[in-house]
């Protein structure tokens, strides 16, 4: 059965900074009726790596803007999709349309879609709620993580300051997503934290956003613990592929301390960047964190004659 939803406007998406890249959208996803997903893809069809960047709350996939140019020119093929209730995908009306699983099976039905392989995982935020727990789902298809501050929710607390932003965004069911961004990222131009409130012309397009919060999993009982405890006990003592952490110091919400227990669950991940004036929202420091990841894995620039590592 379909699902009601609002379409955002493609004018509201014109003449976003830094932003040059074209739509592509999946209409027939299986399990999800007629909502349309959106995505780019960009690069080789036939590229050695794929870059697959998953956002997080309340952003979309322009959260991947100035790590994108770094993959692409290394030669890989960077695929960065926004999750139902953001960006330009359709938009459920209803908050309880958005579940655990609703967003988890969204991206694994996406992944068979595509048929995605010798992917490298791009997490923030949601983005690694959800995507810590795929490769566990399909081993075949990832070779590396690329771990922004996020977290595997596993039926307990995150700490106050995420009980503190979850009780914020409860408050604010009509989120001034622009303010909200100019204030945790001060780097943002005013154009660049418009561009984050784009995709939602008034209350009734987020929904979504509204929706994340709750869902993190910090009690037992909740959806999704199960499968995030199996996640990690996957990613403790059977994940053999590369990774690589960043972590922005200054993040209220998912910082250090959660940072570092992460860390400790990720089989083989080496010492973490450490960013001192990244806040929450660290790929909008991306350019350095894409550099140093490639280089770390010896991934190289085509646009660095001799050879070098990017």
Not at 259 to 287: D, S
């Amino acid at each position: 059965m379909d699902i009601e939803a609002l379409r955002t406007p493609e004018s509201a998406f014109q003449n976003l900074p830094d932003w040059p890249y074209q739509p592509k959208y999946i209409s027939d996803l299986q399990g999800f009726g007629t909502l349309r997903l959106h995505y780019i893809d960009e690069g080789p069809e036939n590229a050695k790596d794929i870059f697959l960047c998953l956002h997080g709350q309340p952003t979309w996939s322009y959260l991947y803007r100035k790590m994108i140019p770094v993959f692409l020119a290394a030669g890989a093929r960077v695929i960065a999709p926004d999750w139902f209730g953001f960006g330009r995908s359709d938009k459920p009306t209803h908050d309880a349309s958005y579940t655990y699983n609703f967003h988890r099976n969204t991206i694994l039905s996406f992944l068979k879609h595509l048929n995605l392989k010798n992917i490298t995982l791009v997490l923030q935020d949601w983005g690694g709620l959800l995507g810590l727990t795929l490769p566990m789902a399909a081993p075949d298809r990832f070779k590396r993580l690329l771990i922004m501050n996020t977290a595997l929710a596993v039926g307990q607390s995150l700490g106050q300051g995420f009980e503190d932003w979850r009780s914020f965004s409860d408050a604010h069911p009509d989120m001034d997503i622009a303010r909200l961004m100019a204030r945790a990222v001060p780097i943002l131009s005013r154009e660049e934290a418009e561009a984050y409130a784009a995709p939602f012309p008034d209350i009734f397009y987020k929904a979504g956003v509204r929706r994340f919060p709750q869902l993190v999993m910090t009690d037992p009982k909740m959806e999704g613990v199960d499968i995030s405890q199996k996640s990690q006990a996957f990613l403790r003592d059977r994940w053999n592929g590369e990774s690589f952490m960043a972590i922005g110091m200054q993040d209220p919400v998912l910082g250090k301390d959660i940072m570092k227990e992460l860390h400790t669950q990720i089989r083989g991940c080496p010492e973490p960047l450490y960013l001192n004036e990244a806040g929450h929202f660290v790929p909008e420091w991306g350019e350095d964190i894409a550099k140093a990841a490639l280089s770390h894995w010896g991934i190289k620039s085509r646009n660095q004659k001799g050879g070098g590592n990017v």
